[in-house]
Structures are given as structure tokens and as C-alpha cells.
């Protein structure tokens, strides 16, 4: 093991002490009185991470630099406060991220930088209503303007609207999510999901601004089958690009007998763009087995750009995060790092298991091809095959800690691409406490 490897897994296991041994401690209450509240609470967050044959052990000659171990690190205080206002309930929160990152991690965005860097996170207002509409059961309208979070099904599209990284730091903690010049409008209830939104990204420098306006429907049936649509209209913010037209069917099936079935299909389409990705899913539920694993298979598919069509049919990401281990950074090692969703197919093998109440593992299984070769700048379709092993341990109410093991198989494309074959070898251990 290389210095800096050992460094970075000794000053993270002694991070995950000093968490461990920290008292439990509630939020702080700043003001309670009539309905009206203020409370502080914060985030801490650390990761280390050793590689072997880190980008098929050829980083130092593609990347300029050794990835063979880093160390991440992140904070972020919250100001959250709420309100009776006019038969309903304002509420608001600002909070502020820190992040950064000793070393030189694996995307190569660190190489050459001075990686840390602290900014607004949240900073919303809203206001929220219950039982207002006559019909709905359960139901909660909300309208909130500003810095906040936005997901959108499984995060296959709208997820994290901030970039990490770089100068900022922090790029596997993904800490910054939250959409700028944001405004939500929401109707939730037992069975129905209404929004309006319009979002806009916070890129990293040189990233590209974007912003997105659309709605967003879900109706769940007998508790059950769970469908939803989205249109949203995308705009790049790049001269020379029309407004991107984006439409999205999702379907969420419980089968019975512990089957469940789902997937997404989504089409974009302007002038210059005409792309589709898709994924299905399969999952088989064994509760009377010990450790009660879950089975499941999923196939994803998000085209490439055929370069013999006027039209650019690469699949555009917009802005996908993290939803589950898979969804949507495919591979802790080949989502992370080398590659994201665009002009990829795979196949997911998993099986998640509990232990105990507090431990859940997983296994995982991928298989990586290109959709266009060519458009990558290779001849071979074949990215590569990669094992995951994730532990995820719940310590207390507050603290969490996760472990993964990962290992990429080379295949004829990522030799190509890279000019390495070697295997390549990941291993991360992670602490979040809250208070």
C-alpha cells in the first residue's frame, strides 16, 4: 500500500472514532413558541479511499497524476425554521456546505487545484397547506421559491442540481444538490403527486448552466401500482442549442407473492437532438429466507450519437444523482468515475441482504457495453465487467457508516479508451453524523 493510501485510510478511520465517540445530541432548539420554530443542526460527512491500478493502472499517464488514495470531507450547518401563516404554515431554510479533498482523486477534477471550498447550500422559503382540496385523502399543497432539493422518481433525470468536485472538493460526497432560482408548487397526497417546477443547475467552472420549467404527475392504484409522467423543457444555455423537449413514463409494480416490477422510458427531442433511454427492472423479495435478501435485475440502456445521422442521438443526463446504490452513478467504480449515462447499456445483477436491523449488504453485478463505440472514440463495444460489495451500518440514530469493495475487469473498449488492462481495484470506507 502506497503512503498516501495508508494516510488517507488512517485519518478516516480516525475521523469514524471521533464521530462514534460524540455524544447523541438532539438539534439545537433556538425558538419554540405559538406554533412557531427554530432550530439549528448539522451534517459531517468523511470518506477515504484506497485504489489499486486505479483507471486499469494507467492514471498517471491519462490523468497526469497518482489516484491511488484521497481523502474527502464535508460539513454542512442548517438554519430551519416554520411558522403559522395564513390558516397554513410558512417554512424556509438556508444552510452552508464546506467540502474538500486531500489528494488526487479518481475523476481527475482535483489534479492541479486547491480543492476545497465553502457556499450557500439551501436557501428557501415556502409555504404548505393540509386538507385543502375536497376529494384527496391526506393531501398537502406546498409552494417554495429558492435555493432547495428536487427529485423526480428514481433520480433518473432530476436529482442533483449542484456539481461537486474540482476546486469545490468533496466529489464522491456529492454534498451540494440543491437547484438555484428554484420554484416548486406541489399537490401530495395518499395516492397523487401534482408538481410544477422550474429549476436551474449551479455548475462547477466551465460546467454548463442549464434550466428546466415542466410538470410532473404520479397516481398510485390500490396501493399498488404507481405510474407517473414528466415534460419538462430544457434549456442548455449554450448558443446554438434549441430548447430541449423531454418526455418521461415511469411504472412501480408490486406484483404479489413478493415480485415487483418497473421501469422508465424517456424520449428528447429538439432540432439538433433526438435520443431515448430506458431501464426495466425485475426484483423478487424472500422475507422467510434468512438475512431476507432481495433478488432483482435491471437493464438500462441510453443511446449513443450514430455518427453516420445528422442528428446528435446522444442521451442527455440533465441532472441525475443519487438516489440508491446504481441509481443513477452505475458502479461505484464505472459511474463515479470513467463514465456516465449517456451512449451505456448494462446489466445489474444485486442481491441486498439485512443481517441485522442495523446492517444491510449488498452484492452487485454489472456488465458495461457501449451503444456507439465510435462516438467514444473506440472500436469495441465491450466497457468492462464490475463487482460491488457495499456494508452499510446504522451505529446509532445519528451515525452511519458504510463500507464498499469494488473491482472493474477491463474489457476490450476500456484498454482502448485508456490504454491500460489491468484490474481495477476500489475501496472506500465513509462516516456521516448528524446533529
Same mark, same amino acid.
Given at each position: 500500500?502506497?503512503?498516501?493510501?495508508?494516510?488517507?485510510?488512517l485519518?478516516?478511520?480516525?475521523?469514524?472514532?471521533?464521530?462514534?465517540?460524540?455524544? +447523541?445530541?438532539?438539534?439545537?432548539?433556538v425558538?419554540?413558541?405559538?406554533? +412557531?420554530?427554530?432550530?439549528?443542526?448539522?451534517?459531517?460527512?468523511?470518506?477515504?479511499?484506497?485504489?489499486?491500478?486505479?483507471?486499469?493502472?494507467?492514471?498517471?499517464?491519462?490523468?497526469?497524476?497518482?489516484?491511488?488514495? =484521497?481523502?474527502?470531507?464535508?460539513f454542512?450547518?442548517?438554519?430551519t425554521?416554520?411558522?403559522?401563516?395564513?390558516?397554513?404554515?410558512?417554512?424556509?431554510?438556508?444552510?452552508?456546505?464546506?467540502?474538500?479533498?486531500?489528494?488526487?482523486?479518481?475523476?481527475?477534477?482535483?489534479?492541479?487545484?486547491e480543492?476545497?471550498?465553502?457556499?450557500?447550500?439551501?436557501?428557501?422559503?415556502?409555504?404548505?397547506?393540509?386538507?385543502?382540496?375536497?376529494?384527496?385523502?391526506?393531501?398537502?399543497?406546498?409552494?417554495?421559491?429558492g435555493r432547495?432539493?428536487?427529485?423526480i422518481?428514481?433520480?433518473?433525470?432530476?436529482?442533483?442540481?449542484?456539481?461537486?468536485?474540482?476546486?469545490?472538493?468533496? =466529489?464522491?460526497?456529492?454534498?451540494?444538490?440543491?437547484?438555484?432560482?428554484?420554484?416548486?408548487?406541489?399537490?401530495?397526497?395518499?395516492?397523487?403527486v401534482?408538481?410544477?417546477?422550474?429549476?436551474?443547475?449551479?455548475?462547477?467552472?466551465?460546467?454548463?448552466?442549464?434550466?428546466?420549467?415542466?410538470?410532473?404527475?404520479e397516481?398510485?392504484?390500490?396501493?399498488?401500482?404507481?405510474?407517473?409522467?414528466?415534460?419538462?423543457?430544457?434549456?442548455?444555455?449554450?448558443?446554438?442549442?434549441?430548447?430541449?423537449?423531454?418526455?418521461?413514463?415511469?411504472?412501480d409494480?408490486?406484483?404479489?407473492?413478493?415480485?415487483?416490477?418497473?421501469?422508465e422510458?424517456?424520449?428528447?427531442?429538439?432540432?439538433?437532438?433526438?435520443?431515448?433511454?430506458?431501464?426495466?427492472?425485475?426484483?423478487?423479495?424472500?422475507?422467510?429466507?434468512? =438475512?431476507?435478501?432481495?433478488?432483482?435485475?435491471?437493464?438500462?440502456?441510453?443511446?449513443?450519437?450514430?455518427?453516420?445521422?445528422?442528428?446528435?442521438?446522444?442521451?442527455?443526463?440533465?441532472?441525475?444523482?443519487?438516489?440508491?446504490y446504481g441509481? =443513477?452513478?452505475?458502479?461505484e467504480?464505472?459511474?463515479?468515475?470513467?463514465? +456516465?449515462?449517456?451512449?451505456?447499456?448494462s446489466?445489474?445483477?444485486?442481491?441486498? +441482504?439485512?443481517?441485522?436491523?442495523?446492517?444491510?449488504?449488498?452484492?452487485?453485478?454489472?456488465?458495461?457495453?457501449?451503444?456507439?463505440?465510435?462516438?467514444?472514440?473506440?472500436?469495441?463495444?465491450n466497457?468492462?465487467?464490475?463487482?460491488?460489495?457495499?456494508?452499510?451500518?446504522?451505529?446509532?440514530?445519528?451515525?452511519?457508516?458504510?463500507?464498499?469493495?469494488?473491482?472493474?475487469?477491463p474489457?476490450?473498449?476500456a484498454?482502448?479508451?485508456?490504454?491500460?488492462?489491468?484490474?481495477?481495484?476500489?475501496?472506500?470506507?465513509?462516516?456521516?453524523?448528524?446533529?
Open positions: 500500500m502506497k503512503p498516501i493510501e495508508m494516510r488517507v485510510l485519518a478516516t478511520t480516525l475521523a469514524a472514532a471521533v464521530l462514534a465517540a460524540s455524544p +447523541a445530541r438532539a438539534e439545537w432548539e425558538y419554540n413558541k405559538n406554533g +412557531a420554530k427554530l432550530v439549528i443542526n448539522a451534517d459531517i460527512v468523511t470518506a477515504g479511499f484506497a485504489n489499486a491500478n486505479p483507471w486499469f493502472g494507467e492514471d498517471e499517464e491519462f490523468l497526469g497524476d497518482d489516484t491511488g488514495g =484521497w481523502l474527502e470531507f464535508g454542512e450547518p442548517k438554519l425554521g416554520e411558522m403559522p401563516l395564513g390558516g397554513g404554515t410558512a417554512y424556509g431554510q438556508v444552510s452552508g456546505v464546506y467540502t474538500s479533498t486531500i489528494g488526487e482523486d479518481a475523476s481527475g477534477l482535483t489534479i492541479g487545484t480543492a476545497h471550498e465553502l457556499m450557500i447550500e439551501q436557501g428557501h422559503l415556502g409555504w404548505k397547506k393540509e386538507d385543502l382540496f375536497a376529494g384527496l385523502e391526506e393531501d398537502t399543497f406546498s409552494l417554495s421559491i432547495q432539493d428536487y427529485s422518481g428514481t433520480g433518473m433525470l432530476i436529482n442533483d442540481g449542484g456539481s461537486d468536485g474540482g476546486s469545490r472538493g468533496g =466529489w464522491y460526497l456529492g454534498m451540494r444538490k440543491a437547484f438555484q432560482e428554484s420554484i416548486i408548487m406541489r399537490v401530495k397526497s395518499k395516492t397523487l401534482a408538481e410544477a417546477f422550474r429549476v436551474r443547475n449551479r455548475p462547477r467552472g466551465g460546467g454548463t448552466q442549464g434550466s428546466a420549467y415542466g410538470g410532473n404527475l397516481y398510485t392504484f390500490a396501493e399498488q401500482v404507481t405510474v407517473g409522467g414528466t415534460y419538462m423543457a430544457v434549456n442548455p444555455e449554450l448558443t446554438g442549442f434549441e430548447t430541449l423537449d423531454v418526455f418521461s413514463g415511469r411504472l409494480w408490486k406484483v404479489g407473492n413478493g415480485f415487483s416490477v418497473g421501469g422510458y424517456v424520449h428528447e427531442d429538439s432540432d439538433q437532438i433526438e435520443s431515448d433511454g430506458w431501464y426495466v427492472k425485475a426484483a423478487y423479495e424472500t422475507p422467510d429466507l434468512p =438475512w431476507k435478501p432481495v433478488w432483482s435485475y435491471r437493464y438500462a440502456h441510453f443511446d449513443g450519437d450514430d455518427p453516420d445521422t445528422t442528428k446528435d442521438e446522444r442521451f442527455r443526463e440533465i441532472a441525475y444523482g443519487f438516489t440508491d441509481s =443513477w452513478f452505475q458502479g467504480i464505472t459511474g463515479n468515475y470513467p463514465l +456516465a449515462n449517456g451512449n451505456v447499456q446489466h445489474q445483477v444485486r442481491v441486498k +441482504a439485512a443481517p441485522t436491523e442495523t446492517l444491510t449488504l449488498n452484492f452487485f453485478y454489472y456488465h458495461f457495453t457501449f451503444d456507439e463505440p465510435e462516438s467514444f472514440g473506440v472500436t469495441s463495444d466497457w468492462g465487467d464490475e463487482i460491488n460489495f457495499t456494508a452499510d451500518w446504522a451505529a446509532t440514530e445519528k451515525l452511519y457508516v458504510i463500507g464498499v469493495v469494488g473491482v472493474l475487469f474489457g476490450n473498449a484498454e482502448q479508451f485508456t490504454g491500460g488492462d489491468d484490474t481495477w481495484l476500489y475501496s472506500m470506507l465513509y462516516g456521516s453524523y448528524s446533529w
